[in-house]
């Protein structure tokens, strides 16, 4: 860290001279053209992926109007949770490293501000609070030649052409213990984590239905444990890459996950992400509109009285960010989805993508009154201002 810290300030001295002459031009442009710099993130991959593809929808929604801007990106670090990715931005958006050397050195001077653009993240996080992701085509794309090896893989696999198949992620242990910052308790994020064994039930049901199941995970703790050969560990077997990583979350045709950063690649995708195991309740704001969540279970850790959905976002509603120690100082228990639950959120993603689910009208009742729930904390009306709320799995939502 000190080592990478010394090499920028060296390098932002050797460039020095350029940028003041850079700086001045820009400055003396500004009639004509504002030159804004911004930045991307790099080191969380749910944020770098949803970063580039909010500023390129936007753009191609019009809703950055002013002709007479020109939008430069610098990433936020120099390195990257995944180096693919940053060869896939740097083709779409003018990204450079120089950018933010040209950026740190017009801050040294007054009346900067014209000259910097707030990022996406910095505004809204990973939501998507102008349903951008609804109103417009993936703005990202891979190439033709990426597809062919992407294809490629598939066919290694047996799966033929215009079959179907779900990426799953499911955060464990593993996770934690290679990438939580230095500094953290090995169990800060546990309440995120849960056990794959749970998933293999919707994983057979999927199979039978005709699709095939990739386990997705850079890092996960135990092999998966199915002898269906439509079902398949990616995750441990050895064949995993940072091009397919994106590649599959991209092209499956949903995916299952427990929140993690992967994701956000099925989500910019336009592809209906099942969310289960998922805690904190609040952090919906971080999911996109064609989701279906089931969360965990929590219960008091005194009684043992499972806590209703308005205790639940009182008590959520304390802090915005959340941790292990925070339910665990506040005596709150979690338990795990059951392999029955997960399999009946799938079950209703796949009946919803074939056209064959139907929705009473007590259901969707429930589905209002949680909604006003949950969109009635201030916490949540920080993302969303109309009131959106991601669709509950019914069956869990009926025994809330």
Not at 204 to 233: C, H
Request: with cysteine; charged share 25%; proline share 4%.
């Amino acid at each position: 860290m000190l080592r990478a810290k010394a090499a920028t300030g060296l390098v932002f001295v050797l460039v020095a001279p350029l940028c003041l002459v850079l700086v001045f031009l820009i400055r003396l442009a500004k009639p004509f053209k504002t030159i804004r710099f911004t930045w991307l993130p790099s080191r969380l991959l749910g944020h770098a992926v949803v970063d580039p593809e909010m500023h390129l929808s936007r753009s191609a929604l019009c809703l950055t109007p002013d002709k007479n801007v020109l939008d430069l990106y610098f990433f936020e670090s120099t390195w990257h949770s995944n180096k693919y990715w940053k060869k896939i931005v740097e083709r779409h958006l003018p990204v450079s490293r120089f950018y933010y050397y040209l950026h740190r050195f017009n801050k040294l001077f007054p009346n900067w501000e014209p000259h910097y653009r707030i990022s996406y993240g910095e505004l809204h996080a990973t939501a998507d609070p102008e349903d951008l992701l609804g109103r417009i085509a993936p703005q990202i794309r891979f190439t033709a030649e990426e597809n062919l090896v992407g294809d490629a893989f598939l066919r290694k696999l047996g799966i033929l052409p215009n079959e179907k198949f779900v990426c799953v992620q499911v955060r464990d242990n593993a996770h934690d213990v290679r990438l939580n910052p230095v500094g953290l308790p090995s169990d800060y994020n546990a309440f995120r984590n849960s056990d794959v064994t749970n998933y293999v039930e919707a994983f057979e049901f999927l199979a039978d239905q005709g699709y095939w199941v990739i386990r997705m995970g850079k890092f996960t703790a135990n092999p998966l444990k199915s002898s269906n050969p439509r079902i398949f560990d990616y995750s441990h077997s050895g064949l995993r890459t940072e091009f397919l990583d994106l590649w599959l979350c991209f092209n499956c045709t949903f995916m299952i996950s427990t929140g993690s950063g992967l994701d956000a690649l099925a989500a910019i995708a336009r592809k209906p992400i099942v969310c289960v195991n998922l805690l904190a309740y609040l952090d919906t704001t971080y999911f996109f509109r064609n989701s279906l969540i089931i969360f965990k279970h929590l219960y008091d850790a005194k009684s043992g009285q499972r806590l209703s959905l308005p205790e639940i976002i009182r008590r959520e509603s304390e802090t915005y960010f959340k941790s292990s120690d925070f339910y665990w100082s506040r005596n709150i228990e979690w338990r795990e989805n059951t392999p029955q639950e997960i399999k009946e959120a799938v079950e209703e993603m796949h009946a919803r993508i074939e056209g064959s689910w139907v929705e009473s009208c007590v259901d969707e009742e429930l589905q209002h009154v949680a909604g006003n729930i949950i969109a009635g904390s201030a916490q949540y009306q920080s993302q969303y201002k109309d009131g959106f709320v991601h669709r509950l799995g019914t069956k869990f939502l009926r025994s809330l």
